[in-house]
């Protein structure tokens, strides 16, 4: 079974403060990698995915994440952080019909 | 076009109950899969739906679960008797094909087993 790594479990920012959130896994083949964020009281959403090409990959609302093969990582990244992103964030893993998440990230935006 | 609908919201039962969540895929979707989220650890695979056909049940934890999807529209997961440990969000999810397809998923049910 895969296994994905979140390092951060909670994280707390004040506006305009740059946004890095780790992710690490482990399988060694060809990868699906997602970025989930859940609003409180929404459901999961989709921000961003890397299946080829690429490695910096742009999501909705300014994040963006790169792959990094060497590293198994595929970090999120946001320059400058609002209120509204106030969120849990899930990196996750597909290893064909299955999704491998991480433990989420809460992230707390003081306005 | 209408999101993945789950029902209910938030369920409380006692130990030895029986509860049964419900979940709606977007339509024209025909993989649906169940997840379990305990304890504010991580989001965990259950099964995987092509139509009415169980392709992929390896997460399911024992068999006091059972999803069904007759028809191949919308699924139920059942849990009979609840135990304290199902406690958790039960999050559905669909995707029109398997490779190369995002999973759209639903806003979870809450259940709570006392």
């Known amino acids: 079974a895969q296994s994905v790594s979140q390092h951060n479990h909670h994280v707390i920012l004040s506006e305009a403060a740059s946004l890095e959130l780790g992710c690490n896994y482990s399988?060694?083949?060809?990868?699906?990698l997602f970025w989930y964020v859940q609003y409180p009281g929404q459901h999961l959403q989709l921000l961003l995915k890397?299946?080829?090409?690429?490695?910096l990959v742009k999501g909705i609302k300014g994040f963006e994440a790169e792959f990094i093969k060497s590293k198994f990582s595929f970090n999120l990244r946001k320059p400058s952080v609002q209120w509204s992103d106030t969120a849990e964030y899930f990196c996750?893993?597909?290893?064909?019909?299955?999704?491998?998440f991480g433990s989420g990230t809460k992230l707390n935006v003081k306005p | 076009e209408a999101g993945v609908t789950q029902f209910p919201s938030h369920s409380v039962i006692e130990k030895g109950q029986t509860v049964t969540l419900r979940c709606d895929p977007i339509?024209?979707?025909?993989?649906l899969y169940w997840y379990r989220r305990v304890m504010g650890k991580e989001i965990k695979f259950l099964l995987h739906f092509v139509k009415e056909s169980k392709q992929d049940e390896s997460g399911m934890p024992n068999n006091r679960f059972l999803a069904e999807r007759t028809g191949g529209t919308y699924s139920t997961l059942k849990v009979q008797p609840a135990e304290l440990e199902d406690s958790g969000v039960y999050f559905c999810a669909s995707s029109r094909g398997v490779l190369q397809e995002t999973q759209y998923f639903g806003p979870g049910t809450r259940l709570l087993v006392l």
């Open positions: 339509s024209g979707h025909d993989n």
């Open positions: 890397y299946f080829s090409g690429d490695p």
């Open positions: 399988y060694g083949g060809t990868v699906n």
């Open positions: 996750a893993v597909r290893d064909f019909n299955k999704f491998y």
